[in-house]
Structure formats: C-alpha cells, structure tokens
C-alpha cells in the first residue's frame, strides 16, 4: 500500500487524480480508456464529472472504487484518497480485500441502474443491513434500526413496510432511493453517483438531486456526480470536470463553466443543452444551434382548418393483472382512458408525463402493438380500429415507430443495410435485396450516414448512430406520421441535438408528422407545434407549445415545468421533496370510471374536467 502525507488547508483533500490512465486488454491489444487526468476533490464539495459516452467518466469511478473489470488496469499515475488522520493512500496499489473494506467504511457508489444493482430475490431490508452487520459490526436489530432512520432520511414513506419489499414492487424512483440509503448506510466521507437520474422521469429526478444537495450537507459528505446532462450539472455541482475521449479537457467552478467555457468541447456541449424559456417569444419550433453546423432553421406552421391526418377518440387500453392460484385477473392497469388526439400532416404533437401515464401505450395502441379495448381510430380518411389485422397491414407503411433502445431494436445478426430493406421487402416494395440497396443507401445518406455503412453491423455503430438508423428504416415505406417513443431519452446531450435537429429537418423536406413521446420539457419546448400532457392514463391538458410553456393551467402541468433542471447555476432554487407515491392506476377488473369533459380555455387549448360537461 503506497501512502503520501496528507494535505492540511481549510478545506481538505479528500481525493486526487494524479496523472491517472486505465487500459483495457483485449484480443485485438490494449484499448486506452483514461489519458492522464488529474482533478481533485475537496471536503464536503459536489464536483460533476460531465462529457458524452466513451468519455471515461465511469471508468474513473470504477477505478476510484476498486471495481475495474479483470482486464482493466492502471498503466500510469496515483489516486490518492485521503483519510482523516494518517497517510494519504493510493488508490491504485490495493488489493481487492483492501478495496473491499474501503468501499464499505469509507467509499459510497449510487449506480445508474438500481434494479441491476438491486438483488431481486431478496428484500429490501435484508440487502439495507448486510454492509452495516459485515463492515460496522452491528447487530440484526440495530442494523435494522439505522436501516430505517436511513429510509427515511432519504424521504421514503412507510419505511418499516418498504424493508419487507422485494425491489421489483417499488417504482423507478423508489428503487432509487433505495439505493441511496444502501450506499448511505457506512456513512461514507466520498459518494460517487453514475448517472443516478438518467432513467428517471424529471419530477422524480428532481426529488432525487433534492436528496442528494441535503443528505450531502448533513453529513458533510463529498459527492462526485458523473452525468451527461448540464442542466443537473447546474442544479448541483461547485465545480465541473470535462472529459472528453479520456481526458479532462477543462475544470473550473460551476459558475465559470457556465458563464465563459474555455474548451470548443465544452462550448458544443453547453450549447446543445435544451433549456426551458429558450423558445419564449418563437411561435413555430426551431431546431438547435449547434457551433460548426448549418444554421437553425424554424418549422412549418400548421393549417388547423384542414382535417386532421389522425383522429383519435375514446381511446381505451386496458392491462388484466393476473393472481391467485388460477393465474384469474381481478385487478386491471387502466393504462389509457377515453383519450381523445388529434394530429395534422406536418405537425408534431408531443405526448409528456412521467413513467407510468400511459404515453408509450396510445403509441403502441396506435400501430396495434397493444390491444386497444375502444376507441375510434381515423387515419387519412380511413377507420382503423375496425380493420382485421390483414387489412390494417396495409397501413403499417403510413405510420411507423422509432423507438428508446435503437440496439435492442436492431437485429445484431443482421447488415444495417438488411435492417433498413426488410420493411420494403416484407410489403414487396422491392422483389429483392439487391434491388433495395439504391434505397437503403439513399436512406442512411437522408439521416446523414454513408451508403457504405449498409455493410456494417449495429454494434459498429454509436448510440446517436444507431437512432439514425432506426429513422432510416421508419423512413424506408414513405411514411406519413412515424410515432417516437422516447428516441432521444438515452442519448447524450450533443448527439440528442443532432438528432432532434435530423427529425425536424425531415419533416421540412417530406412533411413528416411526428408523435413524439417524451418526459423532457426542455426538449418538447424544442421540437413541438402542440402538447398534451398524459396523467394516469388521461390527457390532462393540450394546447399549442407556445401557450402551454407561457401559462400552464393544469396542476400536474405545472408540476411537469416546475422539476425541469435549470442550465444556469445562478438561478438554482430549492425544490421541496414530495414524500407521496403517485396515485396507482390499478383498478377492479371491468371497473367503469366516472365521466370527464374538456373545455377549451384558450385557442386550441384544451383543459381536462371531471364530471359529464
């Protein structure tokens, strides 16, 4: 174990990066992941660790807390962690036993994923206590008891019934939380978070940073926060390290990094960033500015006196709930109820609201890949919901899906080229494959590829690449509206630009409709002519964007805008930490719901009402 003396100031070092580079071996030699960085973290400080995928900022966390794979290695440089007496130590020199005792007295980690993280098997109590019982001596019952005190620091309600839950009956946020106690539980001096709120809906997310700022100051703990997204950077951080290709390419405070970036990487990140009231004052949608790119360009504007492309009313999706020894449902998720929608050619309609709401659904409902239970269904002059499956495969080629996960949509078998042809060839557009490449590659030029990646396989290619190509293949049968769910959620801040700018850019050239499913208002703002807000399963409110972001009228609405992250550390606020699960949509089997009604309160802007109007 390799010690240096510790450093006395004010405010103490608690851990230093000093020329730190990690390599990765395989079959086709080392791949060198970190390239000399050096940063520092001080007691009782935030320091956010930002850049896009490959960067090397969970690499870093990985290595600071001895859990590199078994071909990863140090190939240079120190990270010296310092207690609070003694000699500063090496990160680098320990063994996995000496790691393991560090993690578990000294060193926390908040994993992006908690159910991977989570053991499913076992409750929620049991996997809380075992750190406090091996590392710090406890017994049962006072593990126990801190495990509780530490469930509610972290605001969850009903704690003593939560510790006898298995992780699968808790909800994204919950499960997050979960984890946060977990690594709370040692009280560690160091708390690394990997991307904790990636996953999260944006009130959830909120409620998480909430968690963190508090349980930060009152243990006076120190908190690396590894993330992509500058608005929570904003939100939380006293200083910010940039990487970019495994390396720190600037640092300085939040505040500096903010007001005068000195890196051309750091300034491409910054500037991709959505930020919430960029719009104000722009009726129409407009795409980003990104430095080094072609101009911004504004979209369309719609004629609302025409007939809508898709009409929808009455929508119902009902989910049955299997239990008991018969496998009978008696319960039922009411995950889409009466919904009404309307969207006109060229339009963008943006569905938001949090997990659970019933976003997704209307989407899959829409190309049947979810059974409605009612509802009217008009495409294009065409009625829909009363097709046999045969004859509504004639419609799959107007309306199409791109959706969150372009890999897991993807066969990793198949060309690229072979992915983006199967759709012409399954409705025999094309007799052959040779005679849909002049398409194929037409295609992955339109979405800003090149034809010769048609050869290639999906896992040649980045995430932003891979979305590209998923469009490519919605694109392939002409479609006149193509549903995204969620396309952009998991992509990094400069690539999820570059890709809502691609959408916007086909819409102006083919006269595209998107329905853009999202929880990002940020991002909504950006690309939507109209929104409607989905709450357990009902649209809430709907209106132009313009008009629903200057004067939300729905409750829920305004709790949507209210959790949006702020990419500007001067104008930070402190959000109180709702402790209240939502409401379920889990209803009795066949159960009718009571009558609601919309009044319009503004030009196409569209309040839900409870009652018959």
């Known amino acids: 174990m390799t010690t240096q003396n510790t450093v006395n100031d004010s405010h103490a070092l608690i851990l230093k990066a000093d020329h730190l580079s990690v390599a990765f071996e395989s079959e086709q030699g080392p791949t060198q992941a970190l390239h000399e960085i050096s940063f520092d973290v001080?007691?009782?400080?935030?320091?956010?660790?930002?850049?896009?995928?490959?960067?090397?900022?969970?690499v870093t966390s990985l290595t600071t807390m001895g859990l590199l794979p078994e071909n990863g290695r140090v190939t240079n440089g120190h990270l010296w962690y310092s207690p609070r007496d003694g000699d500063a130590i090496d990160l680098t020199t320990l063994d996995d036993e000496q790691s393991r005792i560090l993690r578990g007295t000294r060193l926390g980690m908040i994993f992006q994923e908690p159910m991977t993280s989570l053991n499913p098997v076992l409750k929620v109590g049991d996997q809380l206590t075992e750190a406090a019982r091996l590392h710090l001596k406890l017994s049962a019952r006072k593990a126990r008891d801190e495990a509780l005190a530490m469930l509610s620091k972290v605001r969850i309600p009903s704690p003593e019934r939560v510790m006898d839950e298995f992780p699968y009956s808790l909800s994204g946020g919950m499960r997050q939380r979960v984890m946060i106690a977990m690594a709370l539980m040692?009280?560690?001096?160091?708390?690394?978070?990997?991307?904790?709120?990636?996953?999260?809906?944006?009130?959830?997310?909120?409620?998480?940073?909430?968690?963190i700022r508090e349980l930060q100051r009152e243990f006076g703990m120190s908190v690396i926060f590894i993330t992509h997204d500058m608005g929570v950077v904003a939100e939380l951080a006293d200083r910010v390290v940039v990487m970019q290709a495994g390396r720190v390419v600037e640092q300085n405070s939040v505040h500096d990094i903010f007001a005068a970036p000195a890196h051309p990487y750091t300034q491409k990140l910054l500037a991709a960033v959505p930020r919430l009231g960029a719009m104000r004052g722009m009726p129409?949608?407009?795409?980003?500015?990104?430095?080094?790119?072609?101009?911004?360009?504004?979209?369309?504007?719609?004629?609302?006196?025409?007939?809508?492309?898709?009409?929808?009313?009455?929508?119902?999706?009902?989910?049955?709930?299997?239990?008991?020894?018969?496998?009978?449902?008696?319960?039922?998720?009411?995950?889409?109820?009466?919904?009404?929608?309307?969207?006109w050619p060229g339009e963008t309609l943006a569905l938001v609201g949090e997990s659970g709401s019933g976003?997704?659904?209307?989407?899959?409902?829409?190309?049947?890949?979810?059974?409605?239970?009612?509802?009217?269904?008009?495409?294009?002059?065409?009625?829909?919901?009363?097709?046999?499956?045969?004859?509504?495969?004639?419609?799959?080629?107007?309306?199409?899906?791109?959706?969150?996960?372009?890999?897991?949509?993807?066969?990793?078998?198949?060309?690229?080229?072979?992915?983006?042809?199967?759709?012409?060839?399954?409705?025999?557009?094309?007799p052959s494959l040779n005679k849909a490449m002049p398409t194929v590659e037409r295609l992955l030029e339109q979405v800003g590829l090149k034809a010769e990646h048609a050869r290639r396989y999906p896992h040649e290619f980045s995430g932003g690449q891979r979305q590209r190509i998923a469009i490519a293949r919605a694109l392939a049968l002409e479609p006149k509206l193509i549903?995204?769910?969620?396309?952009?959620?998991?992509?990094?801040?400069?690539?999820?630009?570059?890709?809502?700018?691609?959408?916007?850019?086909?819409?102006?050239?083919?006269?595209?409709?998107w329905l853009f499913i999202s929880h990002d208002m940020a991002v909504v703002e950006r690309i939507a002519h109209r929104v409607a807000v989905m709450h357990l399963g009902r649209i809430v409110e709907i209106a132009p964007r313009e008009q629903l972001f200057a004067a939300p009228r729905h409750p829920y609405t305004k709790r949507l805008m209210e959790a949006v992250p702020i990419a500007d550390p001067a104008q930070r606020h402190h959000r109180p930490v709702d402790t209240q699960e939502?409401?379920?949509?889990?209803?009795?089997?066949?159960?009718?719901?009571?009558?609601?009604?919309?009044?319009?309160?503004?030009?196409?802007?569209w309040l839900f009402t409870e009652g018959n109007p």
């Not at 939502?582 to 802007?605: K, N």
Request: proline letters at 6%; a negative charge; charged letters at 25%.
């Open 483 to 513: 549903v995204a769910d969620e396309a952009v959620s998991a992509l990094d801040v400069s690539i999820k630009a570059q890709v809502i700018n691609l959408m916007m850019k086909l819409q102006r050239e083919l006269g595209i409709a």
């Open 42 to 58: 001080y007691e009782g400080e935030i320091l956010a660790i930002v850049g896009e995928s490959g960067s090397g900022k969970s």
């Open 359 to 430: 976003k997704s659904t209307i989407g899959r409902a829409l190309l049947r890949l979810a059974k409605s239970k009612q509802g009217f269904i008009q495409f294009a002059d065409t009625r829909l919901d009363n097709l046999t499956d045969d004859q509504f495969r004639h419609w799959r080629g107007d309306m199409q899906m791109v959706f969150q996960d372009p890999y897991a949509s993807l066969n990793p078998r198949l060309t690229v080229g072979f992915s983006i042809a199967e759709p012409l060839l399954i409705h025999k557009r094309v």
């Open 186 to 211: 040692t009280r560690p001096r160091l708390l690394i978070a990997d991307e904790p709120t990636t996953a999260l809906d944006v009130t959830v997310q909120a409620h998480v940073l909430e968690i």
């Open 582 to 605: 939502p409401r379920s949509a889990v209803i009795p089997r066949h159960q009718q719901q009571p009558p609601y009604h919309y009044r319009e309160v503004g030009e196409q802007h």
């Open 284 to 343: 129409l949608p407009h795409s980003f500015e990104i430095p080094g790119e072609s101009a911004a360009e504004a979209q369309a504007s719609i004629d609302y006196d025409t007939d809508p492309l898709l009409e929808v009313d009455a929508l119902e999706v009902r989910f049955p709930i299997s239990s008991g020894w018969f496998g009978r449902a008696r319960q039922e998720v009411l995950a889409v109820d009466r919904v009404p929608l309307k969207i």
